[in-house]
């Protein structure tokens, strides 16, 4: 029961300091981050933040090593082929990591510059999914990086954007959108939005505004 109570304390401990590290990382460059700066916004001392990680760069190796540890499982479990016809499937999958922890993937992706975790998040994330497009579908190699900077590029911004806005639209909704978009293309999107035959019978017969 001591160690149970033990192991929640550590996890409680290094969330605080992982939500701490990545809020700070939201507003400053990591050269900018302190020790001191994680432990007062984790309410821990230096000590203890000691405890667990040698320094700063040490924080941002755990946090970087989960995140895309966490997505890389996702899309390892992913049929690319069978996401081709079902677009949602790659992103309903996104969402729910997401869901998970909405504040601290929210100050994840209102990092900025270079060196920022997300930066280094998604290089790797590129890599791991190139991998996976070669062996499952039919993409000339020399375009796949084309591909991937476009979609990663977009979908990046789309989930930034939502991040800092009101949040009116639900992050499904926005997902949906997302996985049109990077498997069928513009012309998918547009096409959810097309009248159906019903919608144009029912405005045929409304009679015109004077």
């Not at 390892?76 to 069978?82: K, P, S, V």
């Not at 677009?87 to 100050?107: C, Q, S």
Request: charged letters at 30%; one cysteine or more; hydrophobic letters at 40%.
């Amino acid at each position: 029961m001591e160690a149970r109570k033990q192991d929640r304390r550590v996890v409680k401990t290094k969330r605080a300091i992982h939500m701490a590290f990545a809020s700070l990382l939201s507003e400053k460059e990591i050269n900018d981050i302190t020790v001191r700066d994680i432990a007062d916004l984790a309410d821990i001392n230096r000590k203890t933040f000691y405890n667990y990680y040698a320094g700063v760069y040490a924080v941002l190796d755990e946090i970087e090593n989960e995140v895309v540890g966490t997505l890389e499982n996702a899309l390892g479990a992913t049929d690319l082929r069978e996401a081709m016809s079902r677009p949602y499937l790659v992103f309903e999958k996104l969402t729910a990591i997401i869901n998970t922890d909405l504040d601290f993937y929210g100050h994840l992706l209102s990092m900025q510059g270079n060196v920022s975790l997300i930066t280094k998040t998604v290089k790797l994330l590129k890599q791991r999914t190139r991998e996976a497009v070669l062996l499952q579908l039919p993409v000339r190699e020399e375009e796949i990086d084309i591909l991937l900077d476009y979609t990663f590029s977009g979908m990046l911004t789309v989930y930034q954007q939502w991040f800092n806005s009101d949040r009116s639209r639900s992050l499904e909704e926005i997902s949906a959108i997302l996985g049109e978009l990077c498997f069928n293309g513009l012309n998918g999107v547009l096409a959810r939005f097309e009248p159906t035959a019903d919608s144009k019978e029912v405005r045929a017969a409304e009679p015109e505004k004077q």
